[in-house]
Each structure stands twice: as structure tokens, then as C-alpha cells.
Nanobody, 114 residues
Framework: QVQLVESGGGLVQPGGSLRLSCAAS????????MGWYRQAPGKQRELVAV??????NYADSVEGRFTCFRDNAKNTVYLQMDSLEPDDTAVYYC?????????WGQGTQVTVSS
């Protein structure tokens, strides 16, 4: 079992930055692939970024603007979001995945608006 707690969301103007954090706790957290997803109103949840043994992958829409990284000593994964756009407005969810196991955080709201 893995528990995930996100933080760092909020309201930011276009062009601004935010850093989201996801603190993970539970058994063998370090062996899970960690990622961020988002869901905007009326849309399906979509992948933003994922860190696996093979590296870090990003959605085309955030490539070059967002950076995902993890601190294994703190069991925490981060999403640094720069050059934010109104279309980035969504609830952002942290995910831990390994084989058939998948865990989600409660989500944190990010609103990009002037």
C-alpha cells in the first residue's frame, strides 16, 4: 500500500511558475514509477510526466516547460511548472505505479489566470 499527498497548487498568472510536491509513504515506495496526471473540467485525465527506470517522459503539451524529478531520500516527487498557460489549469494528481498496482493522491488545483 502506498499513500500519496500532493501540495503546492494555487493561482498563478500566465507565464508564472509553480512547484508541486508529492510525498509518498508506505511499502517499497522506491520501486514504483512515479508520475503526474491532470484533469481539466469536462476532460479526461491525462498524463503530464512520468519517471521510470527508463527515464522521464513528458506530454508534448508540457515538454520544455515542466520538469519532473524525484528525491528518493525524501520519497518525494516534484513537478516544476514554468511558463504556465491558461490551458494548464486543472487538478493535478500524483500517481505511483508498478505492474498492476496503481495509487493516486487526492489532487491539487492549479489555476492559471490573469
Amino acid at each position: 500500500q502506498v499513500q500519496l499527498v500532493e501540495s503546492g497548487g494555487g493561482l498563478v498568472q500566465p507565464g508564472g511558475s509553480l512547484r508541486l510536491s508529492c510525498a509518498a509513504s508506505g511499502s517499497n515506495v522506491g520501486i514504483y514509477d512515479m508520475g503526474w496526471y491532470r484533469q481539466a473540467p469536462g476532460k479526461q485525465r491525462e498524463l503530464v510526466a512520468v519517471i521510470s527506470r527508463g527515464g522521464t517522459n513528458y506530454a508534448d503539451s508540457v515538454e520544455g516547460r515542466f520538469t519532473c524529478f524525484r528525491d528518493n531520500a525524501k520519497n518525494t516527487v516534484y513537478l516544476q511548472m514554468d511558463s504556465l498557460e491558461p490551458d494548464d489549469t486543472a487538478v493535478y494528481y500524483c500517481n505511483a505505479k508498478r505492474a498492476w498496482l496503481s495509487y493516486w493522491g487526492q489532487g491539487t488545483q492549479v489555476t492559471v489566470s490573469s
